[in-house]
């Protein structure tokens, strides 16, 4: 937009500069006509008014702030005539000063009132300098000023607020000021006005209807100032009128139509940027098809659709109508045949689709191959349904530079002969479509591409390595699709890279060290992909802003150059397989950065103090490693610091509680049992008291044991079958968090009994894969639910059901996984206790009375995936839970979900060589067809259970569901009716009437999120278990999905996130 803007500047200078040059014609003109007194009495006056002249301009000069003391040196006594004076113009008998041209000379302070002795001048130009103040009164003594022209300085005060009679005033340009107040009534007095240009200043209220009293106007601009109410018709009356700006107000209603049926030489019409609503004008005065060149609307709330006159506009030049809520067909028609259309800008709409139905791109692209002069098609954000013409290529015009489709629905493969557009296209954006296929290699062929934006859609295949060998990319976005293979080599080598987004794709291999080459990369992210290998010290230090590496395969240590990146501000090396010690990479070196995050690695050693130097830190995370030693007390000083995770690791001693670190609580520390400290609900020992405290420790510990000791006797000698009922929960899985261990330290039978009233029936909130899950209250008051297993069998499935839980259960923590408290191992008796969820599981929860909100669903499977993609890659035992289902979801009191019941779950490592037998793994209608041919379990059929989840969350109908028969599944209904364009066929009444209610822009934003879930669902349902993407890329893809939700659906809905769900899950795996 804004070479658009400065373009239209240039044509509105030119303009205004053809009619100054006539009219100043006209003065000389009239001055050679008019007789001259050659009388010595005559040569005599002359003189004397010169000399006053000279006299007036002196003292101007005086009264000027001059940037130095040469500038306009030749206004001094001895310079013989004032008419020689640098800027200064006199009438043709050398009479009088008609003109001062003084722009650019660096002036500053106010404008002497001095100026207004002047009496005869005509034209003056000040602009471009660094006048301040008001316009004095004395202004109002220029009675014969044609052409003022004060841009680009700093005046203040009204709209020129000053005494006197301007009316021979025909080129007023007070731009780029501080110009405040409303415009006056008084301004209708200035009726010779022909050009009015008031643009970039501080002017409020209506624009008064009194400028319809200047009948010679044709220029008007009053952009960006803070005008309100309606545009009044009457402007229509100014039927000289061929260039009117209104853009950047907060004018509103509907743009009257009498300006475009009255106004018969009218070239340009820009009121972007207000709260105009209605339609755009349908009835125009048939003149304006040899005229009209620019219409620019965009970022208002028009509806309605493009008015057909504008087919009739031979010199149609720009349209830009974007971030509205029109609803129409692409232009074709109004396009076609346009030689000089340099601009159609249509993004940021309702909706404008393509021929049959949204389905037929081709007529459009054929109508644009006879635009010879576009430069910029930008259809973005507008639904847009079909397949790109397999002729793309060589129907777009050769002046094209950018081509911007991005956030549509456009399917089907790119085009091969893409590469056979205009050699000179710049960018190139088909981002967040459904595009399928590989990338075509004939995009090497854009020589000049600078942006290449694939983004957020569904292709497969390698990077083509031609693309490395690009001399002009500077900005290349290939994430979020399903690439594989490695990175070409060469990417880079040419140095001219400073945007290079990889991540959520399946690229492998190492990172090419060709990247060391881009000095100037700003990001680097390659993140959520299957890179190994260690950071080449090529790359290391090149990232001037952001360098997220985050969820690979990466390992060796930190290497030292990343401390060369001074600007950096976020550096992202968490979820790899790093190790060695922070130190080594000489963080403290990064002075600007914001964001360090180093979490589930395997670093070790000591938290460096040298980190509390980063006074720019405002996020530190380096849980789940291996750290040793202290806190250092530098990280007090980081005063920004925001966010901190330093849990589990095994950091020792005080926790530090002063300045930064004062805000932040236990969840800060988990899992560093050595910490004390008043935030960990531990006291800090003191070291002259060590050896005394070791002493009284041991005698109580004997005492205990020996009282244990007694007691055992004792109860085997009086009520030998009770101790097997008293018996203490064993350690089997012990409680992943510090506060319940301590809370729970031993549990007995007995007090399982009292808390379930004897295991009642009335207290059975749900049915688990090999028993019932009762809710228990605790002596302390405590809700608990507990999962007792029955009637066991020395080496029967269900003990080793039981076995297995628990050997999972111990070794994992995440957020979105249902910790256990402890566990119970009796001969006769099995149970885990586990935290109470009030809420219950997601069936109960889906299919109750209560409605569940988009971004309530979206957020449901984002947490599923999370935890999910943890089990799969990255919990220290990696897990197959072979039984995902909605029952198996549980949902805690803010809404966040928590995957269960691993009863029938298996390590990974074991998958290939546990044999299942005739067994299938799992609940019916979410067993991966696979399993039924007998293949063993794997990662990509927890993928598929993970698809129908959420279809049936999006449809509200389970796999079960008894229309789904005769070969018919959830998968292929709502696949079917998605390849119709029939979503809102498949979605649960409650939400599709969400959407319904929805404001027009809203709904289009929810439908487009909608779509995208039910892709995801599609996708890892497949019937073929190696398209199936992986848990971690349906994770990232749904955290990227989330935030776009609460970004753009309004909370006031009842769709908005808690605080918790908002930010990043720093547990997540």
Partial sequence: MPCVQEMMRVAMIARRTAMLLIHIGLFVFLDVASPVDGSAAAAARRRQVLLQEKATLLALKRGFILPSPSSLADWNESNGHVCRFTGVTCDRRREHVIGLELANMGISGPIPPVIGELSHLRSLDMSNNSISGAVPPSFGNLVRLQNLNMASNHISGAFLSVPGNLSQLQGLNMSRNNISGAIPPAAGNLTSLIILDMSSNHLTGNIPTELSKLRKLGVIDLSDNQLHGGIPPSISELKDM??????????????????????????????????????????????????????????NKLTGALPPWLANCTRLWLVDVENNMLSDELPASIISGKQNLTYLLLSDNQQFRSQDNNSNLEPFFAALSNCSSLQE??????????RLPSGLGSMLPHSLLHLNLKMNAIEGPIP?????????????????????????ASLCRLQNLQQLVLSSNALTGEIPPCIGYSTSLGELDLSGNMLSGKIPSNIGSHGRLSYLSLQRNMLSGAIPPSLGQCGSLLLLDLSSNRLSGAIPEEVAGIAKITLNLSRNQLCGKLPGGLGKMLQVQTIDLSRNNFTGEISAAGLEGCVELSVLDLSRN??????????????????????????????????????????????????????????????????????????????????????????????VVMCIVSALVLMILCTVCARKISDRPAALRDRVFMGHCTASSQVMKVKHPRITYRELVYATDNFSLARIV???????????TLGDGTEVAVKVIRQLQSGSSTSKSFSRECQVLKRIRHRNIARVITACS?????????PFMANGSLERYLYAAAELSLVQRVNICSDVAEGMAYLHHYSPVKVIHCDLKPSNILINDDMTALVSDFGISRPSVMSASVSTGNVLLGSIGYIPPEYGYGSSPTTKGDVYSFGVLVLEMLTRRKPTD????????????????????????????????????????????????????????????????????????????LNQLKRYAAANFPSSLGMGFSPTTVEVDEDIG
């Fill in 242 to 299: 061929w260039f009117l700006n209104l853009n950047l107000n907060n004018l509103s209603g509907p743009i009257p139509e009498a300006i475009f049926l009255n106004l018969t030489t009218l070239g340009l019409v820009d009121l972007a940027r207000n709260n105009l609503s209605g339609e755009i004008p349908r009835t125009v005065s048939s003149s304006l098809a040899d005229t009209f060149a620019v219409l620019n609307l965009y970022t």
């Fill in 377 to 386: 098609l930008e259809v973005a954000a507008v639904g847009l349904g079909g």
């Fill in 416 to 440: 091969a002969n893409i590469g056979h557009a205009a050699s000179s296209m710049t960018l190139l954006n088909l981002s967040s479509n459904m595009l399928n296929g590989t990338i075509p």
């Fill in 602 to 695: 395997s670093l070790s050693g000591a938290l460096p103090s040298s980190l509390g130097g980063l006074k720019n830190l405002e996020s530190l995370d380096v849980s789940n490693n291996f750290l040793t030693g202290e806190i250092p007390v530098s990280l007090t000083k980081c005063s920004k610091l925001k966010h901190l995770d330093l849990s589990y690791n095994d950091l020792g001693g005080a926790v530090p509680t002063t300045g930064a670190l004062a805000q932040f609580s236990l969840h800060s520390y988990l899992g560093n049992p050595q910490l004390c400290g008043q935030v960990v609900h531990k006291v800090c020992s003191r070291t002259h008291h060590k050896t005394h405290k070791l002493l």
């Fill in 766 to 776: 749900g049915k688990g894969s090999y028993g019932e899950i009762y809710r228990g």
């Fill in 826 to 834: 009796l001969p006769d008796f099995k149970a885990l206790v586990l």
């Fill in 962 to 1037: 008894d229309m789904f028969e005769a070969g018919l599944s959830l998968h292929d209904w709502v696949r079917g009716h998605g390849h119709d364009g029939r979503t809102d066929a498949v979605l649960d009444s409650a939400l599709a009437r969400m959407v319904r209610d929805q404001t027009p822009e809203v709904k289009r934003k929810m439908d487009m999120a909608i779509r995208e879930l039910l892709e995801l669902g599609i996708l890892c349902s497949q019937e073929n278990p190696s398209a199936r993407p992986t848990m971690t890329d349906a994770a990232t893809s």
